[in-house]
Every structure is written in structure tokens, then in C-alpha cells.
């Protein structure tokens, strides 16, 4: 790669990996770290854990169009196609989600009766799905324009949801991808201390299926050298 600066942005599976709190990306065991050390990588991680599809692609595009000449390759970690994520008004980190049947971090019963009836609304995702593949082909679109690589990752298999809009999702570029024949869920071999996000041996895996992209562009960079 001609530079090494990166921007990835996520969900839990690439903020705390489920060693210690929501926010902390410390852990030499997350696979981002994995990655960066072993392939001298400046990445800029804006993951959160809970954030939604709509929250990963929309803060990639503000940090990538506020800062337009720093980063070289942004990776997108796809979440859950039927994660829905609120904030909160006084607190940008305060959040409330929708994630399929399950409603979480409500405050009061007038919340969580709204978002019950916004999961109503939200049942068939279909519009929300279309709603974030364009959002995401924005973003691809404007990346290419100024020679910044996309590296997508389909985490929970929403990358194959987005696939199946026929008109939109053949507009998807995934010569820089993971997860897309085979979500990355799927390769989860342990646990980590949360015993929901996968652990230290499974991070591994994540870090070799992304480490396989990062040395295919080193290869294509020392062929325009």
C-alpha cells in the first residue's frame, strides 16, 4: 500500500470484541490490532458497539468527507440487517436498539412502548435495507472517485441481504471484501469473555481473512510503483 492510513468503522465485532466495556478497542486480541501491528497499519477506528448499518456507513462518510486527504482504505464491518439504533438526545453514547424481537436500553415504559411500535414499522425491512445500500453506494461511489479503497466485511449476513436487491446490489464492488460467500459469524470457533462475541481464536481468523486483502492491495500498489 502506498500509504497506511485506515478508517474502519463498525459494531461491536470491531470495537470491543467482548473483552472489557462498550467504546474500549484496547484488547491486543481484537483482530483490528491483530492487523495493525502485523502489517504496520494507522487505523482510526470510530466502531461502536449496537451501532446500526445506517451508523456504520453515515460516520464513515462525515469522517472520510471531513478529513478527505487522510485516509487511504476504509473497511466497513456490516452489522445485523435488523439492528435499529436511537440516540439519545443529551448523550451521543446513550443509545437505545432495536435488534430484531429485542428491544434494549429503554429508559422508561414510554420508550419502550414507542419503540415497539416503531419495531412494527421496522418488520419488514425491506425499504430500511434499500434506504442503507444506497447510503453505502454514496459512499463507494465518492471513495473511487478520489482513489480510496472500500474493504466491505458482512459480519451478519446483511452484505448478502443487500446482494439480493437485484438493481442496487449488482452496483456493490467486492474486489476488496469478506464475509460475503460465507459470513464472518459463521467462522466463530470460541468465545470471548462475554461468551456472545467470539474470542481470541476466532479474532485470529478475522485478522488473517483481512490481512489476505491488505497484502493483494500491497501486491497492486507495487506493480503501479
Not at 482510526?44 to 449496537?50: A, D, E, K, L, V
Not at 451501532?51 to 464513515?60: F, Q, V
Request: hydrophobic fraction near 35%; glycine fraction near 6%.
Amino acid at each position: 500500500m502506498t500509504g497506511n492510513s485506515i478508517l474502519l468503522s463498525g459494531c461491536s465485532f470491531s470495537d470491543y470484541c467482548g473483552w472489557g466495556l462498550i467504546g474500549s478497542k484496547s484488547d491486543s486480541r481484537c483482530w483490528y490490532n491483530i492487523l495493525a501491528k502485523e502489517h504496520d497499519l494507522d487505523i482510526t477506528n470510530i466502531s461502536y458497539g449496537g451501532r446500526s448499518n445506517r451508523e456504520i456507513i453515515h460516520l464513515a462518510s462525515k469522517e472520510v468527507l471531513s478529513n478527505p486527504t487522510t485516509y487511504n482504505t476504509v473497511i466497513l464491518q456490516l452489522t445485523s440487517a435488523s439492528r435499529h439504533w436511537f440516540f439519545r438526545e443529551t448523550n451521543p453514547e446513550e443509545f437505545c436498539i432495536i435488534n430484531g424481537d429485542h428491544i434494549s436500553n429503554t429508559k422508561t415504559m414510554a420508550e419502550q412502548q414507542a419503540l415497539k411500535l416503531v419495531q412494527v414499522e421496522f418488520s419488514p425491512i425491506s425499504v430500511e435495507l434499500k434506504k442503507d445500500l444506497i447510503s453505502l453506494l454514496m459512499l463507494q461511489f465518492y471513495l473511487h472517485a478520489h482513489h480510496i479503497r472500500l474493504i466491505i466485511i458482512d459480519a451478519m449476513s446483511a452484505g448478502s441481504r443487500f446482494l439480493a436487491n437485484d438493481q442496487l446490489g449488482s452496483q456493490i464492488d467486492l474486489t476488496y471484501s469478506s464475509g460475503f460467500n460465507n459470513s464472518w459469524i459463521n467462522y466463530q470457533i470460541d468465545y470471548a469473555d462475554d461468551n456472545q462475541h467470539p474470542g481470541e481464536k476466532t479474532n485470529r481468523v478475522y485478522a488473517d481473512l483481512i490481512g489476505k486483502i491488505i497484502n493483494k492491495i500491497k501486491n497492486e500498489d507495487k506493480i503501479l510503483l
